[in-house]
């Protein structure tokens, strides 16, 4: 299901954020030594607030944060049903990208499926240094050399240029059938509904290289760990073998920027 659907408690008994996302909360947790109840954590593009509501109910003092608040209504049924109040646990940026919470307020901050969303990553990366003690966080997207764009289910148009020949193999592939179905009704032109997969595509998404994420994080003092996620594990029998001898990376993590998400840890620069 979407933002664009309410947040049932049908789906959300269903919800289980990914294994690695928890480990790395409670890694931080230990490193503390707090109980849940005093570690604080803010979800960046929290949405309907699942994730939020997900770690509450386990102890947390867990908060979200979104450019869009349109989502949080969709979601405050489930929060007051649940004995949460949703006006205190989604919280809208502002216009400048900054979160309401004064330097230092959290222990942790943490992200999925939101990075290629983020126009302005020097902007979210510096929030992220301000609202956290230490500057440390843990967030999951979508590699830039993915095949398949995730959002479109459209192999490879993310890897061109913003243009029209972008534009093109989005027609193509809408003609063919290769679409997310954003109107299954069909009640929606065939030139428009093109048209609003391009712009999306260009104004919603961007996609970057492990090197460019890096540097946006080093401008504000923090430091990027990339940790490969997903169905990667046969591939970890390959973890000695360099590609020709030289790269410092490995075959599978290679592979993991064509197939599966990308755990991306931070903190605080040393020094």
Not at 95 to 122: I, K, M
Request: hydrophobic share 40%; aromatic share 10%.
């Amino acid at each position: 299901m979407s933002n664009n659907d309410p947040l049932t408690a049908a789906e959300f008994g269903a919800y289980r954020p990914h294994p690695a996302l928890v480990e790395r909360i409670e890694a931080c947790r230990s490193a503390f030594g707090i109980a849940r109840r005093d570690f604080r954590l803010v979800d960046w593009g929290c949405g309907r607030g699942a994730f939020v509501l997900w770690l509450r109910q386990r102890g947390y003092d867990a908060v979200g944060v979104d450019v869009d608040p349109g989502p949080f209504a969709r979601g405050a049924d489930l929060f007051r049903t649940s004995g949460e109040r949703p006006e205190a646990c989604l919280h809208p940026l502002d216009p400048a990208g900054r979160a309401p919470f004064a330097d230092g307020s959290f222990h942790f901050v943490t992200s999925w499926q939101t990075l290629e969303h983020v126009a302005e990553l020097e902007t979210a990366a510096a929030e992220w240094r301000r609202v956290t003690r230490d500057g440390r966080g843990f967030h999951v997207y979508p590699p830039h050399r993915r095949v398949v764009e995730p959002h479109l289910f459209m192999p490879v148009v993310h890897w061109l240029p913003k243009t029209r020949v972008r534009a093109a193999l989005i027609s193509l592939f809408v003609l063919l059938g290769v679409e997310p179905h954003w109107w299954p009704d069909g009640g929606i032109r065939l030139r428009e509904k093109i048209r609003t997969y391009y712009r999306f595509s260009v104004a919603d998404t961007f996609y970057r290289t492990r090197g460019e994420v890096r540097a946006c994080l080093a401008a504000s003092g923090l430091e990027a760990e990339f940790v490969d996620l997903g169905a990667h594990r046969p591939l970890q029998r390959l973890a000695g073998r360099r590609i020709g001898g030289r790269s410092s990376r490995t075959v599978g993590s290679r592979l993991e920027d064509f197939a599966h998400d990308i755990g991306l840890a931070t903190r605080l620069r040393a020094g």
